[in-house]
């Protein structure tokens, strides 16, 4: 059973630090808004989505296009929990639009690990938290161990990668 939590703790803390990380580069990097790619533009203005969603006076709307035209001027500056979320469960759905979301490309190796995400990691660390009777063995613990391993290294080079090579930049 510890196997199954700690692998999935490794997992989804790994991708949470390591997508904080992530934008506290880009933070660092103190470019205006309009030099990033759309998903980082979005988390900058989004509470002016919110503001719009509260009126559909034209008036308002137009102002409000406005006013984030005039964000998009301002330094790059944001929370990382505005551009990510795990949602408390990091199925391979939620981490495709976690990826997306940091505009960064889903690798053909998490999708032929979609279903290890999510039946492996995911449902067998939901089966010892709902307390149901999960059996596996020595070899399935080392084979889930190396398999998060890789995971988590695949996303980290991504992310080294991706900040060395400035690709949160818009092209």
């Known amino acids: ?16 630090s390591g997508s904080a990380f992530y934008i506290k580069h880009i933070n660092s990097r103190q470019l205006p ?3 990033l790619k759309y998903p980082f533009q979005a988390a900058y203005v989004a509470s002016r989505f919110k503001q719009a969603s509260a009126s559909s006076k034209n008036y308002f709307l137009g102002d409000l ?8 001027e301002d330094i790059f500056s944001a929370r990382p929990d505005r551009c990510f979320d795990t ?3 990091l199925s391979s759905i939620v981490f495709k639009a976690l990826i997306q979301g940091l505009g960064l490309e889903y690798l053909d190796d998490y999708e032929t690990r979609n279903a290890f995400i999510d039946e492996k990691l995911l449902y067998g660390r939901n ?12 070899q399935d613990a080392e084979e889930r161990l190396e398999s998060v391993r890789y995971l988590i290294d695949l996303f980290s080079d991504q992310l ?12």
């Open 1 to 16: 059973m510890e196997s199954q939590v700690i692998s999935y703790a490794h997992w989804e803390g790994f991708v949470k």
């Open 33 to 35: 808004v309009h030099r």
């Open 65 to 72: 296009l406005g006013c984030i035209d005039a964000d998009r």
């Open 87 to 89: 949602e408390s469960n």
């Open 127 to 138: 089966q010892v938290a709902h307390g149901e009777l999960a059996k596996f063995d020595r």
């Open 160 to 171: 080294l990668n991706a900040a060395r090579d400035e690709y949160y930049l818009a092209q």
